[in-house]
């Protein structure tokens, strides 16, 4: 099993719609939480950050973390088709490099 | 702040050929890690530097690979002999000491014939 588990899709949503994208994860000693956004064959780029449990907005972007539930979830709102991308969870450890740890990440798609 | 730079971007070589790829972190960034991401998967792990010293690194660094940080600025990531498994993205990304969000690469795309 891995350390990390995401739904790897597709998710196909028309625009305008709110997208919940989620991943679950065992190793209860993950202290950072990221999502990174991955165009086709481009590097992963940071969207958002949160430290421990609790909610982080910015603009269009939320992102959710549930340590008791081992549970982390980003919403989009009004999504666009510019958003259509592969959406990476991924985590750290102080006590492990801070190496990131990857779920397999979600592809989304946003219909026009 | 130019970002992390990667030098190739893609990669042709044959198998048993050797190869070496380069990354530039975002200055000041004293943290650089190397990732492997292989298509539908998730970037994973393989090594991290502090400065010039090598921390860290994973058993997916078999012996054929080595990476080096000399005098802890750009990075340097060679694979020897190479094998058709070893086609794959290789991700550098780089971080501030102080912080613990990593920024990565635009990445180099490796194909092994």
């Known amino acids: 099993q891995k350390e990390v588990e995401q739904d790897p899709g597709p998710l196909s949503v028309p625009e305008g719609a709110i997208v919940s994208l989620n991943c679950t994860y065992s190793?209860?000693?993950?202290?950072?939480f990221m999502w990174y956004r991955q165009y086709s064959r481009k590097g992963p780029e940071l969207l958002m950050y949160?430290?421990?449990?609790g909610n982080k907005e910015d603009g269009r972007f939320t992102a959710q973390v549930d340590k008791s539930s081992k549970y982390i979830s980003l919403f989009i709102r009004d999504s666009q088709p510019s958003d259509s991308a592969t959406y990476l969870c991924?985590?750290?450890?102080?006590?492990?490099?801070?190496?990131?740890?990857f779920g397999s990440g979600t592809r989304l798609l946003v219909r026009p | 702040d130019t970002g992390v730079s990667q030098d190739p971007r893609h990669k042709i070589t044959k198998r048993g050929q050797n190869v070496t790829f380069r990354c530039d972190p975002i200055?000041?960034?004293?943290?650089l890690y190397w990732y492997r991401q292989t298509l539908g998967q998730g970037p994973e792990f393989l090594t991290y530097?502090?400065?010039?010293?090598?921390?860290?690194k994973s058993r997916l660094l078999s012996d054929r690979f080595s990476a080096e940080r000399p005098k802890g600025s750009f990075s340097t990531l060679e694979i020897q002999r190479t094998e058709q498994g070893d086609s794959a993205m290789y991700l550098c990304?780089?971080?501030?000491?102080?912080?613990?969000?990593?920024?990565f690469g635009p990445g180099t795309r490796l194909l092994v014939l």
């Open positions: 990304a780089s971080s501030r000491f102080d912080q613990e969000t990593q920024y």
């Open positions: 190793n209860s000693a993950f202290q950072y």
């Open positions: 949160t430290y421990s449990s």
């Open positions: 991924a985590m750290s450890r102080m006590d492990s490099s801070y190496k990131l740890i």
């Open positions: 200055s000041e960034h004293n943290r």
């Open positions: 530097f502090q400065n010039e010293a090598q921390l860290e």
